[in-house]
């Protein structure tokens, strides 16, 4: 089983910056799949972003691409989404996911654990 505790998330200006991170426990962390999920109030939870086992393959959602980027340190059992040129519409709470079988999935469904979620604001 995989604990994760997303943290980095904060109120910033558009076209800021944040790097949100998500440790989990456990010494199983480089099996696990990872990505990046977004819900916004009163929207459906959507993809943001995912990587593969080792970090070699990442995805992302085209909403964000060229200004999110993925990444993860597996000594560090800690997988990272560096937000720049941020927009009021990028606003919500950000959780993280981990699955031990598909990599990089985009449905909610595929992910085994999740997060508790780091709420995002940004301002215009």
């Known amino acids: 089983q995989v604990q994760l505790v997303e943290s980095g998330g904060g109120l910033v200006q558009a076209g800021g910056s944040l790097r949100l991170s998500c440790a989990a426990s456990?010494?199983?962390?480089?099996?696990?799949?990872m990505g990046w999920f977004r819900q916004a109030p009163g929207k459906e939870r959507e993809f943001v972003a995912a990587?593969?086992?080792?970090?070699?393959?990442?995805d992302i959602a085209d909403s964000v691409k060229g200004r999110f980027t993925i990444s993860r340190d597996n000594a560090k059992n800690t997988v990272y989404l560096q937000m720049n040129s941020l927009k009021p519409e990028d606003t919500a709470v950000y959780y993280c996911?981990?699955?031990?079988?598909?990599?990089?999935?985009?449905?909610?469904?595929?992910?085994?654990?999740w997060g508790q979620g780091t709420q995002v604001t940004v301002s215009s």
């Open positions: 456990g010494r199983t962390f480089s099996r696990y799949a």
């Open positions: 996911a981990a699955n031990g079988g598909v990599s990089l999935a985009r449905s909610i469904y595929v992910y085994d654990y």
């Open positions: 990587i593969g086992r080792i970090g070699g393959s990442t």
